[in-house]
């Protein structure tokens, strides 16, 4: 246990804290998929013409040239916010094309569960055409070995499902909405310095 400025005990076994802080900490390398899994759904949603295009651009892209390269480092930092703040770094490539990039601050919640995510993210390879900033929240679950995220992503609510392996070295995630499915399967490759 550490103490909290304020004199009390933090929790250092708090799932969110074992989630980001024990596991999730250090360097990840994976692939990502995404898929649109209906297309009538994806075409009746009033999710836009730029999200629509992004969406069929990315969908094209998969299916031609098979699952992106996945990228993320994620930093702990256990002392800023109320209860501690992981920082991450998420990219997606292909051909070494950057197509996605996000970096996300996991700001935990006291109640050693809740998180809420602020995020930056950029789709596509160049810089300040797509972008946007975004808050959503998280739970995680399972003693700290999964956790379930609320996204808005491409204009459409998703929910990802995010679960850890037994051995804590590598990661899968099911992100599911009305008409996509994307999954990520990633392996820690290096734990922090």
Same mark, same amino acid.
């Given at each position: 246990?550490?103490?909290?400025?304020?004199?009390?005990?933090?929790?250092?076994?708090?799932?969110?804290?074992?989630?980001?802080?024990?596991?999730?900490?250090?360097?990840?390398?994976?692939?990502?998929?995404?898929?649109?899994?209906?297309?009538?759904?994806?075409?009746?949603?009033?999710?836009?013409?730029?999200?629509?295009?992004?969406?069929?651009?990315?969908?094209?892209?998969?299916?031609?040239?098979?699952?992106?390269?996945?990228?993320?480092?994620?930093?702990?930092?256990?002392?800023?916010?109320?209860?501690?703040?992981?920082?991450?770094?998420?990219?997606?490539?292909?051909?070494?094309?950057?197509?996605? +990039?996000?970096? =996300?601050?996991?700001?935990?919640? !006291?109640?050693? #569960?809740?998180? $809420?995510? &602020?995020?930056?993210?950029?789709?596509?390879?160049?810089?300040?055409?797509?972008?946007?900033?975004?808050?959503?929240?998280?739970?995680?679950?399972?003693?700290?070995?999964?956790?379930?995220?609320?996204?808005?992503?491409?204009?459409?609510?998703?929910?990802?499902?995010?679960?850890?392996?037994?051995?804590?070295?590598? +990661?899968?995630? =099911?992100?599911?909405?009305?008409? !996509?499915?994307? #999954?990520?399967? $990633?392996? &820690?490759?290096?734990?922090?310095?």
């Amino acid at each position: 246990m550490t103490m909290e400025s304020e004199g009390t005990p933090r929790r250092t076994d708090a799932p969110n804290r074992v989630y980001y802080f024990t596991i999730g900490t250090g360097t990840w390398h994976g692939t990502a998929t995404f898929r649109v899994t209906s297309w009538r759904r994806f075409l009746r949603s009033p999710i836009g013409v730029t999200n629509k295009l992004l969406v069929t651009t990315m969908h094209l892209i998969e299916r031609l040239t098979g699952p992106l390269r996945q990228e993320s480092t994620i930093v702990a930092k256990p002392d800023v916010e109320e209860f501690g703040r992981a920082d991450n770094v998420v990219r997606m490539t292909k051909f070494g094309v950057t197509l996605y +990039l996000l970096e =996300e601050q996991y700001v935990l919640n !006291g109640n050693g #569960t809740g998180v $809420t995510v &602020r995020g930056h993210e950029r789709l596509g390879p160049v810089p300040g055409l797509f972008t946007r900033t975004l808050t959503y929240s998280a739970e995680v679950h399972d003693d700290g070995m999964a956790a379930t995220y609320r996204m808005p992503l491409l204009g459409s609510d998703w929910i990802g499902e995010y679960r850890v392996s037994a051995d804590r070295g590598s +990661l899968f995630a =099911e992100l599911l909405c009305d008409w !996509g499915r994307a #999954t990520e399967e $990633t392996r &820690r490759i290096s734990a922090p310095a």
